[in-house]
Nanobody, 124 residues
């Protein structure tokens, strides 16, 4: 099990950028596939981005492709989500998640460990 703590969420205007961070507790951070998900009020939690253990492969939801970038620093036990050209529809609580088995699922059910979330609000 790994403990995850997200940070970086805040209120921004449309078109601005934000970088979210997720710090993990385990020294074996590089053994985990990492993902970012988000949940808006009244909606289900949805996939945003994921990254393989080494960071060589990344995956994105169509709604964020070209605007968001996921990356990781295994030496710092941290995964990042750089969000550019933010839109009001990006408003949500953003969660990072971890899984140890091989594979990169694009659904919440594929991840065992979750952070508490960080709020991102984008105003028009």
């Amino acid at each position: 099990q790994v403990q995850l703590v997200e940070s970086g969420g805040r209120l921004v205007q449309a078109g601005e950028s934000l970088r979210l961070s997720c710090a993990a507790s385990r020294r074996t951070f590089s053994d985990y596939v990492m993902g970012w998900f988000r949940q808006a009020p009244g909606k289900e939690r949805e996939f945003v981005a994921a990254i393989t253990r080494s960071g060589t492969s990344t995956y994105y939801a169509d709604s964020v492709k070209g605007r968001f970038t996921i990356s990781r620093d295994n030496a710092k036990n941290t995964v990042y989500l750089q969000m550019n050209s933010l839109k009001p529809e990006d408003t949500a609580v953003y969660y990072c998640a971890a899984r140890q088995p091989l594979g990169v699922p694009l659904t919440p059910e594929g991840y065992a460990d979750w952070g508490q979330g960080t709020q991102v609000t984008v105003t028009s």
